[in-house]
């Protein structure tokens, strides 16, 4: 889980990711905006489409956001959305960690 300070919070700093850049993968769409505060912040949303089973969307999201925290540790200042979709279900860790790295590599933010 993100420290409190790297949490994406807000809901007008979650709709400012709108204007930003986006991409969408077979588990996940991804939006990212550049900040102004000097560190990444970050947050998921899992909703009961993806499952309407609490213990299943809160396995998706500490999955995700352990992926989302050893990628990103030294980046650039940006607000990071992420959603899920209803395939991320039946997704393994590593096929979130694949799915991560593939969709922010698209928008630019990593370069791995």
Known sequence: MFPKKNRLTLEKDILKTKKGESAKGAFFVVRAVKNNLGRLRATVSVGKKVSLKSVDRNLIKRRTSEALRL??????????????????????????????????????????
């Not at 650039?76 to 590599?105: C, G, H, R």
């Open 71 to 112: 990628l990103l540790k030294s980046t650039e200042p940006l607000d990071i959305f992420v959603i899920s979709l209803p395939e991320s279900k039946n997704a393994t860790y590593s096929q979130i960690d694949l799915e991560l790295k593939k969709l922010l590599k698209t928008i630019g933010i990593i370069d791995v």
